[in-house]
């Protein structure tokens, strides 16, 4: 009965693995990536790349509104109002001859409800001052939204640059690892005879079973590790989660890049980060230059044409003209301290900017160490790789003779296949330090 029962949910418990894993299969999507088309993918759906570039958008209307500053306005003021009481002119009997009035008379000016309108055109004069250092700094802040935006997408093109080539690492690690397993199973096998035959002491089979489980152990990791990459890089495509990705492995593998001192020189200028800083003491001289405008009257000149209907001695419509002046007298020391507020962010922004710059330039000196000796690890790589497969392509001759056992040949495959892999993180290494230069430099070319 128990052994008909364990049966049965054994084969319930198969039915239900096929089908999740029938699920699992048809839910997860392929898709094939070179590269480029990795890059492409992930600036056009990146989300702080959006946002950046709306901060963009909202800072170019921000210019044009401080741009509108310059040219006239023209306004309108309408009032429909009623009041208590009229204005009355007396007039005393027989002001005009005998009996003419023959009484007092009180005569009321305008009426008790009446109506006004006025569109006046004014033009700034001494606000241009301040206006055009407001432009200024709307400008700066465009120019500092847009160096943002660069320094955005060229670290969403590094992220992507460093995922896919350690995803490609961690796949040719995982077929090493794989290779190492045959082998160690090989040995592992050679080694339960060899005891049986009373040949080999039973710690060295006991070894062998340690080492097939150390190389299991890192398979597992691997897989793993693969599993948190492609996560991780699905969401910086934009792609879902648990799509499965075929990456390229032919990527641009030129060692060339421009001499040191170019690429200072370079980045001191096109930095997204220096760029910024420059925009942000551009920002502030501009608004120091404002606090100082806050010293000089405000003076407008305007016309006016009005309307009224019910206001005693006004014509119907008639135009005023003039120059309208306005100055504060006393305002506790604000200008003052405006001013040197200013000039203090001013000083700031300037530190600010040298910081910045020599930040950068430490910067490009160690990555430029780093293609040192990324540079030299690839040539001891490469020569590593030959001496391997030629280790290998011996181990298959011999094992072809009989003189070697098939573990020591999958061995011998397998230490192949890590110098592989090894070349290759030692190549994507050099590249990514070279991508990490492009960066620093203010381009987004892998």
């Not at 641009?252 to 096109?270: G, I, M, Q």
């Not at 040949?409 to 590249?431: E, F, P, T």
């Amino acid at each position: 009965m128990n052994l008909a029962r364990n049966h049965a949910i054994r084969r319930w418990t198969s039915v239900a693995a096929c089908a999740l894993a029938m699920v699992s299969g048809a839910a997860a999507q392929e898709r094939i990536l070179t590269l480029q088309e990795a890059i492409d993918l992930a600036t056009s759906a990146n989300h702080g790349l959006k946002a950046a570039s709306y901060q963009v958008a909202a800072e170019e209307q921000n210019r044009r509104i401080a741009k509108s500053g310059y040219f006239p306005t023209i306004t309108n003021e309408s009032n429909a109002l009623h009041i208590s009481n009229l204005q009355r002119v007396e007039v005393p009997a027989g002001a005009f001859g005998p009996a003419i009035p023959a009484a007092k008379v009180f005569l009321t000016q305008g009426a008790e409800t009446f109506e006004t309108s006025g569109t006046t055109l004014a033009q700034p004069i001494t606000q241009l001052i301040k206006i055009h250092a407001n432009n200024k700094i709307a400008a700066s802040e465009l120019r500092a939204s847009q160096a943002a935006l660069q320094k955005t997408k060229n670290d969403v093109v590094f992220r992507v640059q460093e995922l896919y080539y350690r995803v490609l690492t961690s796949q040719l690690q995982k077929d090493a690892a794989e290779l190492q397993i045959t082998s160690d199973s090989e040995n592992l096998n050679e080694s339960n005879q060899q005891a049986k035959n009373g040949s080999l002491l039973e710690v060295s089979r006991v070894e062998s079973s340690a080492n097939l489980l150390d190389a299991k152990q890192s398979l597992l990791a691997t897989d793993m590790q693969i599993a948190d990459l492609t996560i991780q890089l699905n969401d910086v495509l934009g792609l879902s989660l648990n799509t499965k990705l075929v990456l390229d492995p032919n990527v641009d593998v030129v060692l060339d890049v421009p001499p040191r001192e170019e690429s200072v020189k370079t980045a001191l200028s096109d930095n997204p980060e220096v760029k910024e800083a420059v925009q942000t003491l551009a920002k502030a001289r501009a608004a120091h230059t404002a606090a100082k405008a806050e010293y000089i009257p405000d003076v407008t000149a305007f016309a006016r044409h009005s309307y009224q209907n019910g206001v005693s001695f006004l014509d119907r419509n008639f135009g005023t003209f003039g120059i309208h002046l306005s100055y504060d007298i006393f305002d506790a020391g604000k200008r003052k301290a405006l001013v040197r507020e200013r000039r203090d962010e001013v000083a700031e922004a300037e530190e600010n900017l040298r910081s910045v710059k020599d930040e950068v330039e430490v910067r490009v000196q160690m990555i430029y160490n780093r293609l040192d000796v990324a540079r030299a690890m690839v040539e001891v790589k490469k020569e590593y790789l030959a001496a391997r497969q030629e280790n290998a392509r011996l181990s298959d001759d011999q094992f072809r003779q009989g003189i070697t056992l098939a573990s020591q040949r999958d061995s011998s495959r397998a230490q192949a296949v890590k110098a592989r892999a090894a070349l290759l993180d030692a190549s994507l290494g050099y590249l990514l330090a070279r991508d990490d230069l492009n960066r620093t430099l203010g381009g987004t070319n892998p």
